[in-house]
């Protein structure tokens, strides 16, 4: 069938007896001396930390766990930590699933767990039966393969999801090229380490790694220490410790010299945009709060990589850095997204702007509004109890000094134009970084190569795996053509006497946006009829209606309705022809086989599509079945698979689009061929 885009609407005083002069600034004061409360604590004796924040102002209780364990390699199993800690609460030697949500459920609670950590929340008064339900789920934790599979399958679909996102795309890529494959923070989870996975490993993981001796357990409510400790003894201390292995890795390095990568998307209207290195940076030292505000000042919500690349240059609707630290290893990323005309120009900025914080003092005006905002959102912050929390547990786990919150106003203040030049002097290495861009190649590549050292492009495959551009694409068979490989598809999916004799043809599709079910109905009428409806709850978001001349898009619940013109009443037109791929050459659309190139690791027919209107699509065909398994063009890219039979006709019962940014996967309910679906259905007016 043809290639169906889904355009979605997104739905989705003051008051002085003396004379001031106003034109003079006052003087900023001295950083106030913070009075931060210590947390009250206590050891449990398998080892277990514990740290106690009382705060009667609401009548509710919070746990926070951390597993402080090392970052594992976890090379043909990558994924096996954050399964295992999805496993956590599924099951336990006393409840089933169904039981322990019950239970949370009973009290009004929640419960939360991941590969690192443990979060639980309820009324103080139900705090006796949550510490028992948590010490139930850390203790006596009960994997099953049911669930171990159920957890797989969200985990590979979420996984197909994102080959569709260009930010996680760039993500995948930016890790691997900054840490290394060698490195547990440039691992990615892929489709093949998850299934590799056993209930047995989850099984190995958590009897190994979730120990008490290595934890650290934050409380925060509507509780007394005297209270609060006997019950955590009473359940948490038949938590047993165990030597937990440790584990260490040769710290990553950034590259000689700078390099550019390009993940190649060659119907992409726009790039993604990564300038990136490791960084040795260590939590709570001097030198971490003289970088977050060097950071701050470049890219920031409002800083310098904003104003140059939005406001003055107009290449995107934002631009920041992050600069992160971390026990191992650390790392600076400033990245935006540009239009592909623009991409040279915007790499050209971030790098102009980081060698500039790097060579030249930061004004005081622009130093202080940083400073300032930093120190107001941390003085912000003490308004919650959690944050007393997170210091305590932050001063344990990294070895703090104990008055080095209390001091952080004062250390901020401390810090000028000196200390930031150093910061990014010392830290920020713009001739030794990952330029990392996925966008069309054919668009950018050759400009891309003025930034590499060695004037070279590195290419990668949405996995992060280099491949030689010159081989990506090997010649097709001698006499293939696309004209042959379209014919193989129409035969794949039906025969063309059998397509031809639809008149009509109604599909039923539903997806899961935010968490809300919404239906897809796409209906056509040959040869050129279409109309699309987005319903949700039983409401229209929005219409699409196009009758074969006209159309018109549409909101009925605003009453807001526009006459489709020029180039989207063209694509239109395209897209409500019936079985295009019948028609091609009566149509005038231009067809050209590139070769064959691996999709998903099978091998694929790439066929280019250039409409009379100009518009291209790249569509690929499975070299073994004949059926199409994704299509690229201007407005996203779509995989297609799971192909069933209606009426001897396959349809792809998954699609996986990309629209806008987002990532949408459509699972086909219902076909109707042929329901004698009238002209008055598809009226514009």
Known sequence: ?????????????????????????????????????????????????????????????????????????????????????????????????????????????????????????????????????????????????????????????????????????????????????????????????????????????????????????????????????????????????????????????????????????????????????????????????????????????????????????????????????????????????????????????????INRISNEPVGLEELNLHKNELAGGFALSLESPSTIARFALSIAQYNLPADYYK????????????????????????????????????????????????????????EGNWYDPALKITPAPAGMTAEIVIENYINAIGGRSRLSKMKDISLKYTALIQGMSVNFDIYQKSPNKMRIEIAASGMIFSKQVFDGEKGISEVPMTGQKEELEDDQLESMRYQATMNMELNYAQYGVNLVLLGIENINEKPAYKIQLTYPNGDETFDYYDVQSGLKIRSISESGQTEYAEYKAFKKILFPTIMTQELQGQNLQLELQTVGINKKLKDDFFKTN
């Open 1 to 353: 069938m043809k290639n169906i885009i889904i355009s979605i609407l997104l739905l989705i005083p003051f008051f002085t007896f003396s004379q001031i002069d106003r034109s003079i600034r006052p003087e900023p004061g001295p950083a106030p001396q913070i009075n931060i409360a210590d947390a009250q604590s206590f050891t449990l004796n398998n080892g277990l930390q514990v740290f106690v924040v009382e705060n009667s102002k609401l009548p509710t209780v919070s746990f926070s766990f951390i597993f402080d364990y090392d970052p594992l390699l976890e090379n043909e199993l990558c994924g096996l930590s954050d399964i295992t800690g999805q496993m956590l609460k599924t099951g336990t030697k006393n409840r089933t699933k169904e039981q322990i949500d019950d239970a949370i459920d009973f009290i009004g609670a929640s419960i939360s767990t991941s590969s690192g950590s443990l979060y639980a929340s309820a009324l103080s008064k139900h705090t006796d039966i949550l510490v028992e339900i948590i010490a139930d789920i850390l203790i006596n934790a009960k994997f099953t393969q049911e669930e171990l599979d159920k957890i797989k399958t969200q985990t590979i679909s979420g996984l197909a999801s994102s080959k569709n996102s260009p930010e996680e795309i760039l993500e995948r890529l930016r890790k691997k090229l900054v840490y290394g494959n060698n490195h547990p923070y440039g691992q990615s989870p892929t489709e093949e380490t998850i299934n590799n996975i056993e209930l047995d490993d989850c099984i190995n993981f958590y009897t190994t790694y979730f120990r008490p001796n290595i934890s650290y357990l934050a409380v925060v409510g509507d509780v007394r220490i005297d209270v609060i400790k006997p019950i955590l003894e009473r359940y948490l201390g038949l938590w047993e410790k165990k030597e937990v292995p440790t584990h260490t890795y040769e710290t990553p390095q950034a590259p000689t010299q700078t390099r550019v990568a390009i993940v190649d998307r060659p119907a992409s209207v726009q790039s993604s945009i990564a300038v990136a290195f490791p960084v040795t940076l260590k939590p709570g030292t001097p030198e971490a709060i003289r970088a977050r505000v060097m950071n701050g000042i470049l890219g920031g919500g409002s800083a310098r990589l904003f104003y140059n690349l939005r406001e003055t240059h107009g290449f995107t609707y934002g631009a920041y850095s992050s600069l992160s630290t971390d026990k191992l290893i650390g790392n600076f990323n400033a990245s935006t997204d540009v239009r592909n005309s623009a991409t040279d120009s915007a790499v050209r900025e971030i790098l102009y702007e």
């Open 407 to 462: 001091n952080y106003l004062r250390n901020l203040d401390a810090i000028n134009a000196t200390d930031v030049l150093t910061s990014a002097t010392n830290l920020l290495s713009p001739d030794n970084a990952y330029i990392i861009v996925v966008g069309k190649a054919d668009e950018i590549a050759d400009k891309l190569k003025n930034f590499s050292s060695d004037g070279q492009i590195n290419y990668y495959d949405e």
